[in-house]
């Protein structure tokens, strides 16, 4: 098996997460073979490795020890950590694992008459077929079966003939003594391990490892078990067959590359987490581990790479470490960040020597010529081997996240399980100094070189005593001891040699190069001796002989650091420091032994400080101390809160025991407490309040006053004592009965301004005195209560069944159960209520006798409001259904006057309609407009824009009301005057297609009218008003001609007849109510019959009845006259590619009392009426009919009035004919217009 030294290059990897990725692996294992060799050792005398099986046996896995490699000069090894291959042929010179091959490499160097003969070899030697061959030994040809072959120069051997003899023919290859003995004479070349040329980064070593695993074991790297790792790593190393080849990349600097660890030092490259910062300050953070405070190694200057500074590790399946120690036999720690397990194997301190001479002994002549061999961390031994010869072994899987911590001297080695990353560094407690003055006079014997100077970090510790802890000092001390005994030896022996001459010389500041022994190689520090003729050469004083052949000791020169009189000083100091613990532990002592004049609390804490400042170790003194100092402050504290209770109160109560055991807990304590003598005082007067507290309770019904001075003398006593729940149970049954009686007034029934008790309360009362403990008086009152609850619940539910209609009840009824309930000394709110509305219910039928006793009949209104706050009544009411008989019959006629009356979906009420109007304006016209598109919102305002028209007056009195209905026609006629003005003023100043008009609405066609309303003269688009339908029964230019149009806002209603309102007067007669509709409508019929009477008149006389006929003959229809109305209307011509052409401006007139027809077609109607009459325009060129300026103008005033009247008349058909007939037929507009359309 062969194992590189892999170059691994960590830069920006980071270490903190496992990277493992599959590609091809680069490396193939050849045929492996079964080995017939056991694989397992006997494993029964060792707990630890009881529990597993080491797989694998020490099979000859150096076939000629320390000899030239015939072919590539490869050192092969069991284990490999640096790059090593083993082949059949190849020689291995660095790896033992066979107890056997110790005896054959012993017997190898014998020199005697024999031939050596291996043993235990790979292959199985036949017998010799040519039996004429001669023996070398002994020179005869029998016994053919025991003959041996050499493979190296066909020489033939007996058995029974080698020295020492075999028992067996050893099974493989076999070379004869002479040919191992040409081979032992050869020059060995350096043994060690090959650094492998490729470099690799973090990731592509990962990759290269796992394909690897994988491959070997054909399965994914995670589902293969570590003791099949285990196996087939000691099946290699035990196998001459196969040859493996496994990178490792060891021995990487942290300085160089990074450390798996945060640093401080990173944070110069960018900003650490708290997370981070946290790792990089612990202790377990192997960069800050070995300069920790009790570690020895902070106090080595330099930077020690591997001990002082941390090695990280890469591994991969099958790459491993050897049997070896820690230079100094110093502690090691191992922490694995990532990866897969490393298989440990560990052999305690005490069994390091057998483990050396078993090495030795399976090795001598390895050893003879590389003594230190063991130190190269090239040689291992299969663990089961070393078991048998009586070596204990340790063995263990270490994990990711794990440490694992190696003791001084004790050897270790193992191997990875796969792809991992690991750190570790060294570090030296104190018990570690002795071992390390072992181990330096181990190297001194090995002739191996020191990493540091032992007796330097002895002394640079040693020039500091106070900052050291205790149990370093002693150590110190008695290392420096020994030292310093050491040295006066050594100086002795150089006076006897005649050396006189010194000088001092700083060793410290020399190199470690420049200060070693010329002969054992040890880093000098306290002395050394130098020669004049070699002065760059110096021996230390256990080698002076040894440092030069030529020149008298005479002439030698000691260097020394520091003299024999400066020694003893730094001794003293040490040793002071070393005492102080013992001096301390004395005082401690004599303090615990104490029984009188112990010392106090304060001067306890002053010892306890003095182990503090000092460093003293952790030990059972120490710990006691802390204990005893601590249980005196607790102690001192609740002797404190027990003599001054009201100030300071615990947390739980004591019971008087507890308290006496605390008592003599304080008097064993080890010091003097000052609160003692105050607790004895304080158990006495326990014990008298617990006598007082018997004889209180003792009495039968103890009063309230003296049970609550006995709880408030308890509060002094933070105690928990049987007699104060006693005490608080008394005091509960005395204050609940105390409440009873006070909320039932029995304690002064004459105070009247208590209100009494709710039924909340009352079972609030029975609710606690359930929890009270029972008592003669407790229940008797209890039972009183609940009488009085049940009483008071039954009258309760009886006035809420009233309340909830439940029960119909009259006033009588509902009195004489508040009556009743008053009796009662509770509150009943449901009663309460009742007795509430009994007094609404009189109220209400006070309000209706007066409305009752009035001259004149109610309002419908008042009616309507009575019955509102009846009905939610809970009393019955007798007078409520005549009223509600009443409502139903005024409504009822308001129901039918309506449906008569308004139009569908009309924008005004019946009050309006019936009612002058007080506010007309040109604003009204456009609100009517606006509603068209949001007739929700514009009804809403209308209502509050005629709200005013809507009541006329709040008098009662009927002549008022009439008065002020007259007063509201002269102002509708006045402002309709004023109206018609302003409208025909703007007709006249504006133009019909200025932009300005607030009543302009085209269509989106060429042309569309206007047309003027009859009474405020307001023009509007046809697009915009409803139109009438067209009479085609006439001729078109008598329907055009007698065209009537009356706006929305001016034609409010239906128009009804005189004779239907005045059957619904009769209808209002018989009703015992006032409507204000009804009175509207009486004062609208009176208008009406006064202004048919005035119109009669008017038309009465001659004049009018000439101009009637002559309007009749002129309109050539004497039918029908009542159902004609007129309208006028007028013609816009929209913009055109023409801008000369002329707008026009005429008025249409027709007789109409028709319903509306769809605005889509009033255009084609309108034109096929104008080709019509110009057909028949010779027929109405006829004289108009004329009249005298005063009648004219008498009949306009009547026709105005008869318009706004919401009544039918048919005076108001014959005054709208003559005034029409008064028009010329021959208006230059109409003639203009009726070319016009026969030109177009």
């Known amino acids: 098996m062969k194992s590189g030294g892999a170059n691994l290059s960590l830069d920006n990897v980071d270490f903190f997460s496992n990277q493992s990725v599959s590609p091809e692996s680069p490396?193939?294992?050849?045929?492996?073979?079964?080995?017939?060799?056991?694989?397992?050792?006997?494993?029964?005398?060792?707990?630890?490795?009881?529990?597993?099986?080491?797989?694998?046996?020490?099979?000859?896995?150096?076939?000629?020890?320390?000899?030239?490699?015939?072919?590539?000069?490869?050192?092969?090894?069991?284990?490999?950590?640096?790059?090593?291959?083993?082949?059949?042929?190849?020689?291995?010179?660095?790896?033992?694992?066979?107890?056997?091959?110790?005896?054959?490499?012993?017997?190898?160097?014998?020199?005697?008459?024999?031939?050596?003969?291996?043993?235990?070899?790979?292959?199985?030697?036949?017998?010799?077929?040519?039996?004429?061959?001669?023996?070398?030994?002994?020179?005869?040809?029998?016994?053919?079966?025991?003959?041996?072959?050499?493979?190296?120069?066909?020489?033939?051997?007996?058995?029974?003939?080698?020295?020492?003899?075999?028992?067996?023919?050893?099974?493989?290859?076999?070379?004869?003594?002479?040919?191992?003995?040409?081979?032992?004479?050869?020059?060995?070349?350096?043994?060690?391990?090959?650094?492998?040329?490729?470099?690799?980064?973090?990731?592509?070593?990962?990759?290269?490892?796992?394909?690897?695993?994988?491959?070997?074991?054909?399965?994914?790297?995670?589902?293969?078990?570590?003791?099949?790792?285990?196996?087939?790593?000691?099946?290699?190393?035990?196998?001459?067959?196969?040859?493996?080849?496994?990178?490792?990349?060891?021995?990487?600097?942290?300085?160089?590359?990074?450390?798996?660890f945060p640093r401080m030092c990173d944070a110069e490259r960018r900003q650490l987490s708290s997370e981070e910062e946290e790792y990089a300050k612990s202790g377990w953070n192997l960069n800050n581990l070995p300069v920790q405070e009790q570690s020895l190694l902070r106090s080595i200057s330099g930077d020690i790479s591997g001990m002082k500074i941390p090695w990280v590790y890469v591994g991969m399946c099958f790459s491993a470490f050897c049997w070896h120690i820690e230079d100094h036999w110093t502690y090691s720690i191992n922490y694995m960040h990532w990866g897969e397990p490393k298989t440990w194997y560990g052999i305690p301190r005490e069994d390091a020597m057998k483990f050396e001479q078993v090495m030795h002994d399976s090795a001598p002549e390895l050893f003879r010529h590389h003594p230190d061999l063991l130190h190269h961390l090239v040689t291992t031994m299969n663990p089961a081997t070393l078991m048998n010869k009586g070596v204990r072994v340790v063995r263990t899987n270490q994990c990711a996240g794990e440490f694992m911590i190696t003791f001084p001297r004790a050897y270790h080695a193992g191997f990875n399980q796969g792809y991992n990353f690991a750190e570790a560094v060294n570090f030296c407690p104190a018990d570690w100094v002795p071992v390390g003055r072992q181990c330096v006079a181990h190297y001194r014997k090995m002739k191996k070189t020191c990493v540091f100077s032992h007796e330097?970090?002895?002394?640079?510790?040693?020039?500091?005593?106070?900052?050291?802890?205790?149990?370093?000092?002693?150590?110190?001390?008695?290392?420096?001891?020994?030292?310093?005994?050491?040295?006066?030896?050594?100086r002795k022996q150089l006076i006897d040699l005649g050396i006189t001459k010194a000088d001092r010389e700083a060793f410290e500041l020399l190199p470690d190069d420049e200060r070693q022994c010329l002969f054992c190689r040890t880093t000098c520090f306290l002395s050394a001796v130098t020669c004049p003729c070699k002065p760059d050469s110096l021996a230390c004083l256990y080698h002076v002989k040894n440092l030069c052949s030529t020149c008298n000791t005479t002439d030698y020169v000691l260097r020394y650091r520091y003299s024999l009189d400066e020694l003893p000083p730094i001794l003293h100091k040490l040793k002071q420091r070393a005492e102080a613990f013992d001096t301390w532990c004395d005082m401690v002592n004599e303090a615990f032994k104490k029984t009188s004049d112990k010392l106090t609390l304060p001067e306890l804490k002053v010892l306890l400080s003095e182990s503090e400042e000092g460093k003293f170790p952790e030990n059972d003194l120490l710990q006691r101390l802390k204990s005893v100092v601590n249980e005196a402050e607790i102690c001192s504290r609740v002797s404190q809160q027990l003599v001054n209770t009201r100030k300071h109160r615990t947390r739980c109560c004591l019971t008087l025991n507890e308290i006496k055991a605390f008592y003599k807990q304080l008097q064993n304590l080890p010091c003097a407490l000052p609160h003692l003598k105050q607790v004895s005082e304080y158990i006495e007067n326990i014990q008298d309040f617990i006598a007082s507290v018997e004889v209180g309770l003792g009495k039968e019904e103890p009063a309230m006053d003296e049970i609550t001075k006995l709880l408030e003398d308890s509060s002094q006593f933070d105690l928990d004592l049987p007699q104060i729940p006693l005490l608080h149970q008394a005091l509960q049954q005395a204050r609940w009965l105390k409440d009873v009686r006070s909320h039932l007034l029995l304690e002064d029934p004459e105070d009247e301004d208590r209100a009494p008790v709710t039924l909340e309360q009352l079972r609030k009362l029975i609710d606690d005195g359930i929890s009270v403990a029972p008592k003669q008086s407790v229940e008797r009152a209890m039972a009183e209560l609940q009488e009085l609850l049940v009483l008071a619940e039954s009258w309760e539910a009886k006035a809420r069944d009233c309340l909830t209609n439940k029960v119909q009840v009259s006033i009588t009824g509902a009195t004489s159960i508040t009556d009743k309930a008053k009796q009662i000394p509770v509150a009943l709110p449901q009663c309460a209520k009742l007795g509430e509305a009994i007094k609404k219910a009189q109220a209400w039928l006070n309000k209706v006798k007066s409305v009752q006793n009035q001259d004149y009949y109610p309002y419908f209104e008042v009616l309507e409001a009575l019955s509102h706050q009846a009905r939610p009544m809970s009393i019955k009411m007798e007078q409520l259904a005549l009223i509600e008989s009443q409502i139903s019959s005024a409504r009822s006629w308001k129901e039918q006057t309506s449906k008569i009356f308004l139009k569908k979906n009309s924008l005004f009420t019946l009050l309006q309609v019936l009612n002058p109007r007080v506010e007309i304006s040109s604003s009204v016209g456009a609100k009517w407009r606006k509603r068209k598109n949001r007739s929700s919102i514009d009804d809403q305002h209308l209502e509050k824009t005629n709200k005013s028209n809507t009541?006329?007056?709040?008098?009662?009195?009927?002549?008022?009301?009439?008065?002020?209905?007259?007063?509201?026609?002269?102002?509708?006629?006045?402002?309709?005057?004023?109206?018609?003005?302003?409208?025909?003023?703007?007709?006249?100043?504006?133009?019909?297609?200025?932009?300005?008009?607030?009543?302009?609405?085209?269509?989106?066609?060429?042309?569309?009218?206007?047309?003027?309303?009859?009474?405020?003269?307001?023009?509007?688009?046809?697009?915009?008003?409803?139109?009438?339908?067209?009479?085609?029964?006439?001729?078109r230019v008598s329907i055009l001609y007698e065209l009537k149009f009356l706006c929305p806002l001016c034609h409010r209603s239906r128009r009804p007849h005189l004779t239907t309102i005045l059957s619904l007067l009769l209808q209002l007669q018989r009703l015992p109510v006032r409507i204000r509709e009804g009175e509207a409508l009486q004062c609208l019929t009176e208008r009406a019959m006064s202004w048919q009477d005035k119109a009669r008149r008017i038309l009465s006389t001659d004049e009018c009845q000439n101009a009637l006929q002559r309007a009749v003959k002129l309109a050539g229809d004497t039918e029908g006259v009542e159902k004609n109305n007129s309208r006028r209307r007028k013609q816009r011509t929209s913009e055109s590619h023409h801008p000369d052409d002329e707008k026009k401006l005429c008025k249409i007139e027709r007789s109409a009392d028709v319903v509306d027809e769809p605005r889509n077609s009033i255009d084609d109607a309108i034109d096929s009426v104008i080709h019509n009459t110009m057909h028949a325009s010779r027929d109405i060129t006829g004289t108009p009919v004329c009249l005298s300026k005063e009648t004219k103008s008498q009949l306009e005033s009547m026709m105005l009035e008869g318009d706004i009247l919401e009544v039918s008349l048919p005076e108001t058909q014959n005054i709208w004919r003559i005034l029409q007939a008064t028009q010329p037929m021959k208006d230059d507009n109409f003639i203009d217009l009726l070319e016009e359309e026969s030109q177009s």
């Open 951 to 1035: 009541n006329l007056s709040d008098s009662t009195d009927p002549i008022k009301v009439v008065a002020e209905f007259k007063e509201a026609e002269k102002k509708e006629m006045e402002m309709l005057i004023l109206l018609r003005e302003s409208n025909d003023a703007k007709a006249l100043g504006l133009s019909v297609d200025s932009p300005t008009s607030p009543i302009k609405h085209t269509k989106p066609s060429d042309q569309s009218f206007m047309l003027q309303c009859e009474v405020c003269h307001d023009w509007f688009h046809t697009s915009c008003v409803p139109l009438p339908k067209l009479n085609n029964s006439k001729s």
């Open 27 to 260: 490396m193939k294992r050849s045929k492996r073979k079964p080995v017939d060799e056991p694989l397992f050792a006997d494993v029964s005398n060792n707990k630890e490795l009881a529990k597993l099986q080491l797989f694998g046996s020490a099979g000859p896995k150096m076939v000629g020890l320390g000899l030239m490699a015939e072919q590539k000069g490869r050192m092969r090894s069991y284990m490999s950590i640096e790059n090593m291959e083993v082949k059949k042929e190849d020689i291995a010179s660095a790896t033992v694992s066979n107890p056997n091959v110790s005896s054959y490499l012993y017997n190898l160097l014998l020199p005697c008459n024999n031939t050596n003969v291996q043993k235990n070899m790979s292959h199985q030697r036949g017998h010799c077929k040519n039996s004429n061959i001669i023996k070398l030994m002994c020179s005869k040809d029998s016994n053919d079966s025991l003959l041996l072959l050499c493979d190296g120069c066909d020489d033939s051997y007996h058995t029974f003939c080698l020295i020492p003899p075999l028992q067996n023919v050893p099974i493989g290859e076999w070379r004869c003594p002479k040919c191992i003995a040409k081979e032992c004479n050869k020059k060995t070349q350096a043994y060690g391990f090959e650094q492998a040329r490729k470099e690799y980064t973090l990731q592509s070593f990962g990759e290269m490892a796992d394909a690897f695993k994988s491959e070997y074991f054909t399965k994914p790297v995670h589902m293969v078990p570590t003791e099949a790792v285990e196996r087939e790593f000691w099946r290699l190393v035990g196998s001459l067959e196969e040859d493996l080849t496994v990178e490792y990349g060891a021995d990487i600097h942290v300085i160089e590359n990074g450390s798996g």
């Open 456 to 490: 330097e970090i002895v002394c640079k510790v040693a020039n500091n005593p106070s900052s050291l802890d205790v149990q370093v000092a002693a150590v110190i001390y008695r290392d420096m001891l020994i030292m310093m005994q050491q040295e006066k030896e050594l």
